[in-house]
């Protein structure tokens, strides 16, 4: 059996994770790319330092911007690609955004 959710399960909203991706790869920079394995349903997001803003593609394609986002907060949207962030501090740890799945 795969990983992930299985049967009817996986067509009902996911209420927990089973695995979280860095989008900030090593020298604080942004993954803007496609989130890998976000083509059949988005991913929610963690913010692990203070953000001034952080643009997202949603699942529907639709892009929008949450501002003022605070460490340790939680993104409850399904979004397949982060296209822009910038820190309060303006560096981007690599702990800073995580997809979850």
Do not use: W
């Not at 020298?27 to 643009?55: F, H, K, P």
């Not at 911007?65 to 690609?81: D, N, R, W």
């Amino acid at each position: 059996m795969g990983k992930g959710v299985q049967g009817i399960q996986a067509a009902q909203v996911r209420v927990f994770a089973h695995d979280a991706v860095s989008l900030v790869t090593g020298g604080g920079t942004l993954n803007t790319s496609t989130i890998a394995n976000s083509d059949q349903r988005g991913v929610c997001l963690y913010i692990g330092e203070d953000m001034t803003l952080i643009t997202v593609t949603m699942e529907s394609g639709n892009s929008v911007t949450f501002k003022g986002l605070k460490a340790g907060s939680f993104l409850p949207v399904l979004v397949t690609a982060v296209t822009a962030a910038t820190a309060k501090d303006g560096t981007l740890n690599d702990d800073a955004i995580l997809a979850l799945y």
